[in-house]
T-cell receptor, first 118, second 115 residues
Framework: AQKVTQAQTEISVVEKEDVTLDCVYE???????LFWYKQPPSGELVFLIR??????QNEISGRYSWNFQKSTSSFNFTITASQVVDSAVYFC???????????????FGQGTTLQVKP | GAVVSQHPSWVICKSGTSVKIECRSL??????MFWYRQFPKQSLMLMAT?????????EQGVEKDKFLINHASLTLSTLTVTSAHPEDSSFYIC???????????FGPGTRLTVT
């Protein structure tokens, strides 16, 4: 069965601190996608990144970076020099690829609430 | 591009009535759409996969007769909560998968309150 675990329920940091959000996943498939989404208080999900299972390169986008390690089934997300606007709930998600069905059903982790204090 | 809208954004209804929520992909075609439900301070739980031109596929534990899904066109899926009860109060989010890709775009969500 597929499963995504975000062990950190809530994290509180002070502005300008770096923070890492952990994500561990389980799947029996060799082909899959991993995602991170941000959900601010407004509720709308904001797409941050998609990574396929064959691409283990780490990625950096501004203050955001992602570390994908298949050996440990982890896809961690780091925010550098956090800002108050980063306060939100962050979800890690897994999507499996089923042959030609092309359905990107997402399995979400429990979410991590990040609070960045000024 | 890749905008998904939901209507209404919030709705209050009385117990026993039915509520319809629309999900539209505004600038792309989506043969497949998904409906999620999110309770306060919880994660998103997939309710069903909506396929244009065929019956929706419901996740285990989701009552298909209570949550009616109709995918009438390549840009529109609707979720009807029939005979709503207070326990159906939740945040409902749809997403649309752009045809030919694994890109899934989310709507802004609909907050349903049943009194």
């Amino acid at each position: 069965a597929q499963k995504v675990t975000q062990a950190q329920t809530e994290i509180s940091v002070v502005e300008k601190e770096d923070v890492t959000l952990d994500c561990v996943y389980e799947t029996r498939d060799t082909t899959y996608y991993l995602f991170w989404y941000k959900q601010p208080p407004s509720g709308e999900l904001v797409f941050l990144i998609r990574r396929n299972s064959f691409d283990e390169q780490n990625e950096i986008s501004g203050r955001y970076s992602w570390n994908f390690q298949k050996s440990t089934s982890s896809f961690n997300f780091t925010i550098t020099a956090s800002q108050v606007v980063d306060s939100a709930v962050y979800f890690c998600a897994l999507s499996e690829v089923h042959g030609s069905s092309n359905t990107g059903k997402l399995i979400f982790g429990q979410g991590t609430t990040l609070q960045v204090k000024p | 591009g890749a905008v998904v809208s939901q209507h209404p954004s919030w709705v209050i209804c009385k117990s026993g009535t039915s509520v319809k929520i629309e999900c539209r992909s505004l600038d792309f075609q989506a043969t497949t759409m998904f409906w999620y439900r999110q309770f306060p301070k919880q994660s998103l739980m997939l309710m069903a996969t909506s396929n244009e031109g065929s019956k929706a596929t419901y996740e285990q534990g989701v009552e298909k007769d209570k949550f009616l899904i109709n995918h009438a066109s390549l840009t529109l899926s609707t979720l009807t909560v029939t005979s709503a009860h207070p326990e159906d109060s939740s945040f409902y989010i749809c997403s649309a998968e752009r045809d030919g890709s694994y890109e899934q775009y989310f709507g802004p969500g609909t907050r349903l309150t049943v009194t």
